[in-house]
């Protein structure tokens, strides 16, 4: 089976802006704000479709009823369920201060059956971009539920000033925000389970204010967390050189800027790449295609060794596994 790629979902956000057009060229509609490009999902809300090739159409459940073993080889996920939702994100105001369940959780608070952590690579910021993530140290319930009636919730949340090239990793649990300005890609659990504490005073789509979920919120939360720092990178001793951004039960994310051509490591498992700089071609048997920038693909099991070139300088790629083992 030759490398997939999906066509993008593109989900209109109050808190999204025209930078998936203007930086990666996804095909906005002409009016409207937009937050998430679902890159690649099986998630009920978005089944993504192969773009173009043999499965042309086919939406990735199909395909994972079809021809799961040449997608996963002998690693096959729980309960053969496609475990991983990719997106990028143009966060042009904040979103809302919100949490994300556990797998234990989820399905009796939000009716998943998986919880939600998630990474995030930032890719740019504009003056005044924020992040706010975790709990600064020592706060309690009562005294965020305090600064949650008083309208200032954000004196509770640890914030960072990111910086292009920042990893952020944000166990189910963590209180996060994020914007201001941002764009980002995001690696997550396949789950669309999102709590909403508090939402700036800002009117929906309709004019009314959203939903919030603050009971649901204060039980999701993991109070014995505190702030989240970047996470910094630790160079591997592989071909290309990556950088080991993220390691978690869910997920594997490596980093890579490569100089010249490689072969990444394709022991009979999947892998999922996004280029988020730049532009490389990728070669597997009789498939041959340049990625640019927002560009994403999947690497069946069954593919043969892939080999990606750089066609830029020093392009940023990142390749997502599954662990296993």
């Not at 939600?116 to 971009?129: D, M, N, Q, S």
């Not at 967390?225 to 951004?245: K, L, S, T």
């Not at 048997?285 to 994403?296: C, D, L, Q, S």
Request: overall charge negative.
């Amino acid at each position: 089976m030759n490398p997939l790629v999906f066509e993008p979902y593109l989900r209109p956000m109050v808190w999204g802006g025209r930078r998936l057009e203007t930086r990666f060229a996804k095909p906005l509609p002409g009016i409207g704000t937009f937050g998430e490009s679902w890159e690649l999902s099986a998630h009920p809300h978005h089944l993504s479709r192969v773009a173009d090739g043999q499965w042309k159409g086919t939406t990735l459940t199909d395909l994972m009823s079809e021809r799961i073993s040449d997608l996963f080889g002998d690693h096959l996920p729980i309960n053969q369920r496609f475990p991983l939702l990719i997106k990028l994100l143009d966060c042009h105001q904040l979103l809302s201060i919100q949490v994300h369940p556990s797998d234990a959780l989820a399905p009796r608070l939000a009716n998943e059956p998986l919880g939600k952590t998630e990474a995030w690579i930032i890719l740019a910021v504009e003056p005044g971009g924020r992040v706010y993530a975790g709990l600064k140290d020592g706060v309690t319930r009562a005294q965020l539920e305090r600064h949650l009636a008083e309208g200032t919730l954000e004196e509770c949340l640890h914030a960072i000033e990111p910086q292009p090239g920042d990893c952020i990793f944000l166990p189910a649990g963590t209180v996060h925000a994020v914007g201001g300005g941002v764009v980002m890609a995001e690696v997550q659990q396949s789950s669309d389970a999102t709590f909403r504490l508090y939402d700036w005073n800002r009117p929906g789509p309709d004019g009314l204010p959203r939903t919030l979920h603050i009971e649901q919120s204060l039980e999701a939360i993991n109070w014995q967390a505190g702030p989240v720092m970047p996470a910094i990178g630790v160079e591997r001793d592989a071909p290309g050189r990556p950088q080991r951004m993220v390691e978690c039960e869910y997920f594997i994310m490596d980093r890579y800027t490569p100089e010249r051509a490689f072969e990444p490591t394709h022991d009979d498992e999947m892998s999922i790449w996004l280029v988020l700089d730049g532009e490389a071609e990728l070669k597997s048997n009789g498939f041959a295609r340049p990625f640019k920038a927002g560009e994403t693909v999947l690497i069946p099991a069954a593919s043969e060794q892939p080999r990606w070139t750089p066609l830029t300088d020093r392009p940023t790629l990142l390749g997502v596994r599954l662990p296993h083992g």
